[in-house]
């Protein structure tokens, strides 16, 4: 049995939308006659899945947000006794996004066929990752699937509070720097032809500094558009350039050489990783496999090369600890707390530590470069409105040179 989107029409040709169950399109179909629908079209839920991941999309997988709020909850029903796939039709019922109802009602389909829950999730790989499988997989092995959906649960809010308190902490100078660059904009195309203007046809040479800025209001009102089109045409060629594995190689090798972006770089990427490979851990994942699914959340690939590179280490008989510190990309604190856990046989709990201390450091950063990146944002807005200020005035205060 599978899970079925359809659209339909009533007697009063009126469109209906929705989700049913069914074992064949043929079937689903009859379901919709007998309801008195004419079906318009019926698709299975993993085959739309499918389509949509190998064609070019937006959104491909769910968002942090509700794959945290989808853990959480089916943690708590499947901790209550509730059989897996009531489980999975109560969170599906309880979800307001077509998309994640369609994709939960999927893996529901593919658990009452007999499959376990981690091969529903394998139906939808852009929807649950690979880290996300894994683990499943390793508590239904282990019979202790409510424990891993909470641990897993905790990693995914964690890892959604972390990415929240990123973005909120980037807002706010996003904002400046935007309204800077408009009401500048407005300026120079607006106002300052205005005032300026009135000098143009004096005789006496104008300041150079009046000159050049009657020169770029002049630029910017006549030619806005291809500043705009040239604007987003670099952006677009610098992000074309960085999907390349030689140029980015370089940008991450850049960002780790930098005196503060290079610690918060490896400050996120360790919490991540660290993060990540102490909640496989924990859930009897093999440390090889935990340590290859780990290296996937490392977005600098110097750092993830070098996790690459320790597993082959570790796969030979080296520590953990040493073969991580061979790179020298990760912070000697995090070194010495995997150390720790591999001699104490608590690799899990300093995994976990080493995390959360990270985090705590990353947070600090942002802080600290917050409250310089603010007042020198304010700063330079300043100095730019004064320029522009300066350029009107200096002929003002050589009126007389001017008349005569």
């Given amino acids: 049995m599978g899970a079925f989107e359809y659209v339909a029409m009533d007697q009063s040709g009126k469109q209906a939308k929705g989700l049913l169950e069914g074992d064949t399109p043929k079937h689903v179909r009859q379901i919709l006659r007998d309801r008195k629908l004419f079906p318009v079209s019926v698709t299975e839920v993993a085959k739309k899945e499918a389509n949509r991941q190998s064609s070019f999309s937006f959104r491909k997988g769910l968002s942090s ?18 059989p897996l796939e009531e489980a999975l039709l109560a969170v599906a019922q309880q979800n307001d996004q077509p998309r ?15 499959h376990s829950l981690a091969d529903g999730f394998t139906e939808f790989p852009q929807a649950f990752p690979e880290l996300y499988r894994a ?18 649960a905790d990693y995914t809010e964690a890892r959604q509070e972390l990415r929240q308190r990123i973005t909120n902490a980037l807002v706010y100078p996003m904002a400046l720097i935007v309204m800077a660059v408009g009401i500048i904009s407005f300026m120079l195309a607006t106002v300052v032809p205005k005032i300026v203007g009135v000098f143009e046809n004096t005789a006496a040479e104008l300041p150079a500094l009046t000159t050049g800025l009657i020169a770029t209001s002049d630029f910017l009102v006549g030619y806005w558009p291809l500043v705009i089109a040239g604007a987003a045409g670099i952006g677009w060629l610098g992000w074309w350039i960085l999907q390349k594995e030689g140029p980015r190689r370089k940008y991450h090798s850049l960002l780790l050489r930098l005196p503060i972006i290079g610690r918060l770089t490896r400050g996120v990427n360790t919490a991540r990783f660290t993060r990540t490979l102490s909640i496989l851990a924990g859930s009897g994942v093999p440390i090889l496999e935990a340590l290859k699914i780990s290296a996937e959340v490392i977005e600098n690939l110097p750092m993830r090369d070098a996790v690459t590179e320790a597993t082959l280490r570790v796969r030979e008989g080296a520590g953990i600890s040493k073969s991580l510190a061979a790179s020298k990309l990760f912070p000697p604190m995090m070194i010495h707390l995997v150390s720790s856990g591999e001699a104490g046989g608590r690799l899990e709990e300093m995994l976990s530590r080493s995390a959360s201390g990270q985090e705590r450091e990353v947070d600090g950063l942002i802080a600290a470069l917050l409250g310089i990146l603010q007042p020198l944002l304010i700063v330079a807005m300043g100095a730019i409105v004064m320029v522009i200020v300066l350029a009107i005035l200096l002929p003002i205060f050589e009126i007389n040179n001017l008349i005569l």
């Fill in 100 to 114: 994640s109802k369609s994709i939960l009602l999927g893996v529901r389909a593919k658990v009452m066929e007999g």
């Fill in 135 to 152: 683990t499943v997989a390793a508590g239904e092995q282990s019979g202790h699937l409510d424990v891993v959906l909470e641990r897993l």
């Fill in 65 to 82: 947000a509700e794959l945290a709020l989808i853990t959480r909850q089916l943690a708590s029903l499947s901790q209550s006794g509730l």
